[in-house]
């Protein structure tokens, strides 16, 4: 069955050392993004891609970036870790035309 | 830019009661709207979706929606509460299909036996 994975699922580290989260989708979808999530705000979008070479800013990317060099993968890398991107990190995937998003199961990032 | 409000942080209901989450949101342009729950420790699944046609949305688990476009409102009911519904919902809006879906802050359904 198709799928999305992230990994790790659980980091600790320490501020100002880079930071690298993985997504991996085999539903073949154009179109992945990078959450957070933190209590009280829901989700916030970091960024996103709709296709390989594509990457584009959300509204809360300031020290993240992401690269798409192929369909199936789109890592999230900090880097310079900092106390504030302590969070919980859910990528997604979707595909044109249904407006629907496949979540991962998310990575828990600690920073301290 | 739009924006997703969830009234309501903490529902509680008994279990064979009433379920309902509100949604508003503000857009001056036609929105996609969409339910997704968030079981603990796991990712977020779609309830249902709205994008056009019939106002009135049915989803899994027996929940449904009703677009309201006077109301700007897009609340979540299920008619009779079961344990398992015990999750987080989110509400969330996007435009033009663009797949840049803008959450709500989610609210927290627990339930009682």
């Known amino acids: 069955d198709a799928e999305i994975t992230q990994s790790p699922r659980h980091k600790i580290t320490e501020t100002g050392r880079q930071v690298t989260l993985a997504c991996h989708q085999t539903?073949?979808?154009?179109?992945m993004f990078w959450y957070r999530q933190d209590l009280g705000h829901g989700l916030r979008l970091i960024h996103y891609?709709?296709?390989?070479?594509?990457?584009n800013k959300g509204e809360v990317s300031d020290g993240y970036s992401v690269s798409r060099s192929n369909t199936e993968d789109l890592p999230l890398t900090l880097e310079s870790a900092a106390s504030s991107q302590t969070s919980v990190y859910f990528c997604?995937?979707?595909?044109?035309?249904?407006?629907?998003?496949?979540f991962g199961e998310g990575s828990r990032l600690t920073v301290l | 830019a739009q924006s997703v409000t969830q009234l309501g942080s903490h529902v509680s209901v008994s279990e064979g009661a009433l379920v309902l989450l509100r949604c508003n949101y503000s857009?001056?342009?036609?929105?996609?709207l969409f339910w997704y729950v968030q079981y603990p420790n796991q990712g977020l699944q779609l309830l249902l979706k709205?994008?056009?046609?019939?106002?009135l949305v049915k989803g899994i688990n027996g929940f449904e929606a009703e677009f309201k476009k006077s109301e700007t409102s897009f609340h979540l009911t299920k008619p009779s509460a079961h344990m398992s519904d015990a999750a987080e919902y989110f509400c969330?809006?996007?435009?033009?299909?663009?797949?840049?879906?803008?959450f709500g802050a989610g609210t927290t359904v627990t339930v009682r036996a």
């Open positions: 997604a995937s979707g595909a044109y035309g249904t407006g629907e998003l496949f």
């Open positions: 539903w073949n979808h154009n179109n």
């Open positions: 891609s709709y296709g390989v070479q594509d990457t």
């Open positions: 857009s001056s342009v036609p929105p996609y």
């Open positions: 709205y994008t056009t046609g019939a106002t």
């Open positions: 969330a809006v996007s435009f033009s299909n663009d797949y840049k879906l803008s």
